[in-house]
């Protein structure tokens, strides 16, 4: 049994535990901000539990000496909500104990950062649900100008990593940020902080945005439609496009789309209508769009390869897989991961080699011009143009 981290808390004072194996008890300083009114009407001891590797939910009860036929109950309570055999390492769990009688009340767990799943005892009953974490929001603005890189940027200007991924997740389909950083490039950013207890948790939306890439300024305001939030530009335009700007995280383009291109096996010269990505061999590669796989396997000098059928227009190829990730006849959604970078076929080296089809005819893929995946109704524009007008990016 590896040792485990608790922190116990009680209505009135600290009760020390001498549960089998549980023997490092430290302090919960995100706890300790709960305000006396809110810890009276919790349970009378709050145990935190920190997973450890090789802790499962049922090594982590029988250590708390919890019934079993309590550990079955919580467990087929709470799996249509969440599967508690599911906890990870490097989290915790919370359990509450009544003080009268010792006896488990109630049982927290954060899957994620946008939820607790709450199993609690009412009338002799479990029952589970998920409650959404209260945060305190705040805005904040960040503008950067980039010497060297975005993620320096990001340090330079204290702005959180976590935000700046949101930000190339939001123009990915009008930049390729792999490559098309430029020094000189400029970036403004209205955004949400997420606090807890007073303390800074995370980055949250991001409510507008602009990104200037090599001379070219665009923008993107979150606006929520039929109940989903999208980003679009200042015309209602969603930036969102059906295919992606590439379909993996390259190091550079080891060979573009031509009509004569010496190949590096046979010395013969030959038409090349793809474009070959250099990568690190297992780098994951994602379907650019939505669509069908309509074949997956070994595929003669493209090795191992996936072919997705977008829709009646559009089929994209991705070729020398060390490893597949679908299979044929499967539905992909766009940034779905269909396979890993590989040397596999006519290969001198791991790459992925990556064309497009409209019609059934190879198209240049760092050249194409797509719509937008979806437009604001134009009835709507009125109010969307006076909703982004509140804005100062």
């Known amino acids: 049994m590896s040792a485990k981290k608790i922190v116990v808390f009680a209505t009135i004072f600290i009760v020390p535990l001498l549960y089998l194996g549980y023997q490092n008890i430290v302090s919960d300083t995100r706890s300790s901000h709960v305000a006396e009114s809110a810890l009276a009407e919790e349970p009378d001891r709050r145990v935190v539990v920190a997973i450890n590797d090789g802790d499962t939910f049922g090594t982590i009860t029988d250590a708390l000496t919890i019934p079993y036929e309590t550990v079955q109950e919580i467990l087929a309570t709470s799996t249509p909500v969440y599967d508690l055999t599911s906890i990870r390492v490097g989290k915790e769990i919370v359990f509450y104990f009544d003080h009268d009688t010792n006896e488990l009340t109630k049982v927290e767990y954060e899957p994620g950062t946008e939820n607790i799943v709450a199993v609690t005892r009412v009338d002799g009953a479990w029952h589970a649900e998920k409650i959404p974490i209260a945060y305190e929001i705040k805005k904040r603005t960040v503008n950067g100008t980039i010497e060297s890189s975005l993620y320096e940027t990001a340090l330079e200007?204290?702005?959180?990593?976590?935000?700046?991924?949101?930000?190339?997740?939001?123009?990915?389909?009008?930049?390729?940020?792999?490559?098309?950083i430029r020094k000189g490039d400029s970036f403004t950013m209205l955004y949400e902080e997420r606090y807890r207890n007073g303390e800074y948790a995370m980055p949250g939306r991001i409510l507008a945005a602009k990104f200037s890439n090599a001379g070219i300024e665009y923008k993107g305001y979150a606006y929520e439609i039929n109940g989903e939030e999208s980003y679009f530009d200042p015309e209602g335009n969603s930036l969102q496009k059906i295919f992606l700007k590439s379909p993996l995280q390259y190091r550079y383009i080891s060979s573009g789309f031509t009509g004569a291109r010496i190949d590096p096996l046979n010395g013969h010269t030959a038409p090349h209508r793809a474009v070959d990505y250099a990568a690190a061999y297992g780098t994951p590669v994602v379907s650019v769009g939505d669509g069908t796989v309509v074949r997956s396997g070994w595929n003669g000098g493209y090795g191992y390869s996936v072919d997705v059928r977008h829709n009646e227009t559009y089929t994209t190829r991705y070729g020398h897989f060390s490893k597949i990730a679908v299979k044929s006849g499967a539905k992909v959604s766009q940034g779905d991961i269909i396979g890993y970078v590989g040397s596999t076929g006519h290969s001198?080296?791991?790459?992925?080699?990556?064309?497009?089809?409209?019609f059934g005819t190879p198209i240049n893929p760092l050249t194409i011009e797509l719509p937008p995946d979806d437009s604001l109704p134009t009835e709507i524009l009125p109010d969307f143009q006076a909703y982004i007008s509140q804005f100062d990016i």
Do not use: C, M, S
């Not at 204290?158 to 700046?164: F, H, V």
């Not at 001198?348 to 409209?358: A, V």
């Open 348 to 358: 001198t080296g791991p790459h992925l080699h990556y064309e497009i089809h409209k």
């Open 157 to 180: 200007q204290n702005i959180d990593t976590r935000a700046i991924i949101d930000l190339a997740e939001t123009f990915a389909w009008q930049i390729d940020f792999a490559v098309d």
